[in-house]
């Protein structure tokens, strides 16, 4: 019900734009988020935004590098990354919670909120 695109592999510095499209829900989710994961270690929210109020919150390691956003009449979140660090190299993951609070949660806590995954797109920098 969560398709992520617009992985691949690009240089130290680099751009790239996820997109996480969602089927039509009977009820839209309250929140939505990107989450991403190195092999060996756990799941950790990097960006999420509010459906409603379009509200957005970001981990301290992607800060104004990446932006989330909403195209609401396509049901599509994206997320914009920008000066790309070999440290950005990990599993992109798009979730969906109806839990209004779940926006605030960040970095490992955050998964237990989220209840909807996609299968994820891989994203690597290289220096």
């Known amino acids: 019900q969560l398709v992520e695109s617009g992985g691949g592999s690009v240089q130290d510095g680099g751009s790239l734009r996820l997109s996480c499209v969602a089927s039509?829900?009977?009820?839209?989710?309250?929140?939505m988020g990107w989450f991403r994961q190195d092999p060996g270690k756990e799941r950790e929210k990097i960006a999420g935004?509010?459906?409603?109020?379009?509200?957005?919150t970001y981990h301290p390691s992607v800060k104004g590098r990446f932006t989330i956003s909403q195209n609401d009449g396509l049901h599509t979140v994206s997320l914009q990354m920008s000066r790309l660090k070999p440290d950005d190299t990990a599993t992109y993951y798009c979730?969906?919670?109806?839990?209004?609070?779940?926006?605030?949660?960040?970095?490992?806590?955050?998964?237990?909120?989220?209840?909807?995954w996609g299968d994820g797109t891989q994203v690597t920098v290289s220096s």
């Open positions: 935004i509010r459906t409603d109020t379009g509200s957005t």
């Open positions: 979730a969906a919670s109806w839990d209004v609070t779940a926006n605030a949660a960040l970095g490992r806590i955050a998964q237990p909120w989220f209840g909807y």
């Open positions: 039509k829900y009977v009820y839209t989710p309250k929140c």
